[in-house]
């Protein structure tokens, strides 16, 4: 929903320039995406741990 908004507005900003809109929302958005992705990624690891003492630390904190 945030991507949309954001977009949208640059395009009504950009009077519909297709390529000036893009450009603005990669740059307003780039840094809070990448934070996302990085939580993402760090939070999937906690459900795929990589040693057997993952393995059990994740199996007794789910249950």
């Not at 040693?51 to 249950?63: A, I, N």
Request: hydrophobic share 50%; net charge positive; with cysteine.
């Amino acid at each position: 929903m945030l991507g949309a908004y954001v977009l949208a507005e640059g395009l009504n900003i950009a009077d519909g320039d297709f390529a000036r809109a893009f450009s603005a929302y990669e740059q307003r958005l780039r840094g809070f995406m990448l934070r996302q992705q990085d939580a993402a990624m760090r939070f999937a690891a906690s459900f795929t741990p990589r040693s057997r003492v993952g393995l059990l630390v994740r199996d007794c904190v789910v249950r």
